[in-house]
């Protein structure tokens, strides 16, 4: 896994990224609010063929304004938080869609799986374990930030909870996800910045 780490910092493009991706999450939602056909059929479906292009999909695709207005407000602070670390937002939230949605697609419940959450269980979880692992005071202040904010969401969400409609096995999948791409990228960067001082 390459470095997820910036050599160099642009807020101003971070930020421009982040609006951009909150727009295509809420253009999506507009049009499958309007069109005669559903577009969350195209979710993650664990362990079938279908289901595989859910794996990048599933986090524009949201079922109710509630669900994507509650996904869209943690995302919209969460990637806020990643901008102002050494971390870049793109390859991160890239990683942790990528990991977390095949996790799903090989573990998950048998359901159509839509929502950001397993995303923003994933950029929590990595925050908070990348600010740990870095031992750098701005990274262990956001990751702070983010364990007080969404710690018992976090603890919480990751519950199994059968007969719902939570996808509690998504959360925990996005968590998971989270932590390996915070120990992979910091890993990576260590061993990087002892190969260059040789």
Known sequence: MSSVFRSRHDLRSEFYSIGIFMLVIWLVFIVDSVIPATLTDWGLRPR???GLIGIPLMP?????FTHVLG?????????????????GGGAVTC??????????????RAATHVGASGLVFGLSAFLIVSGILEKRLIPLTI???VAVMYGGTLLSGVLPRWGGEVSWDGHLCGAVAGVVVAYGSTTYARSERAFFRR
């Open 95 to 108: 990683w942790i869609v990528i990991i977390s949605g095949s996790l799903l697609w090989v573990f998950g």
């Open 143 to 145: 990751s702070i930030v």
């Open 48 to 50: 079938t063929l279908v």
């Open 71 to 87: 996904n869209t407000l943690s995302l919209a602070i969460l990637l806020g938080l990643l901008a102002g670390s050494r971390a």
């Open 60 to 64: 524009l695709l949201h079922d109710g």
